[in-house]
């Protein structure tokens, strides 16, 4: 293993710069990057997004992407002010309804328009995470769904319904059988 790329995971942890941690705890002879990313949603994404590039640049033949999310061990009211001032001007925006999941919303309908993608094919990618998570004791929902399911849901943020924006587990206040 040559790079680590990890998910941010503070605030909502004690530990600090896990990676770094890990690699000396491990006394692992990194010669590449050691990283952590942080991307509102999309963390885990962007931290293999970042061993991929490593290794693409040649700056690691090996290269270990992890995405943790700690989300749920935060008060959801807190969370969303403290996610809401990172990512924009709370007094401005949510007045005219922007949220991060209303950005995530609009970037999904601009690409649904720039490439010509369906809803029901948007839709798939929610039956495919729940066919993983099924097969995976500790994830927060399990149970299959079926693409009529996830088009059925009710609407969240145009063109995302209920199954299709990320879930708070946890102290959220909702109960774990709505999603």
Known sequence: MDALCFAQCRP???????????????????RGTIVEVMGNGMTGGLAFDEAVNVV??????????????MESQANAAEHAMSTMRATGDVDFHTMFGFTPIAWY?????RYMHDYGVTRAELASVAVKDRAHAALNPI?????????EEVLAARPIVEPLGLFEVPPRGGRSGLPR???
């Open 139 to 147: 994830a927060q929902f399990r149970k299959p769904l079926s693409l």
């Open 12 to 30: 909502y942890t004690l530990q600090k710069y896990f990676p770094t941690f890990l690699a000396n705890y491990l006394r692992l002879p990194l």
């Open 56 to 69: 693409a640049m040649g700056r690691a033949d090996v290269a270990l992407a992890l995405g943790v999310n």
């Open 105 to 109: 919303a609009m970037d999904a309908a």
């Open 177 to 179: 059988a709505v999603h």
